[in-house]
């Protein structure tokens, strides 16, 4: 899975596109919690976006 094909995944199941990249990766992240997502990818696209500067609503502030 590439972030471009992530980011079509995002629009088709919410029916627009991600708001920021932080509700990008919280969606990728329930992606792999529920198991549609190999964990080999999961840590591709999620150091990806960690570089970016992505935080998730999961860590503290």
Do not use: V
């Amino acid at each position: 899975m590439s972030i471009f094909e992530l980011i079509t995944i995002f629009e088709m199941d919410r029916n627009q596109p991600p708001e920021s990249i932080n509700a990008l990766l919280d969606f990728y992240q329930q992606k792999y919690i529920t198991g549609e997502i190999d964990i080999t990818y999961y840590r591709k696209i999620y150091h990806y976006l960690d570089r970016q500067g992505a935080i998730s609503s999961h860590e503290s502030a």
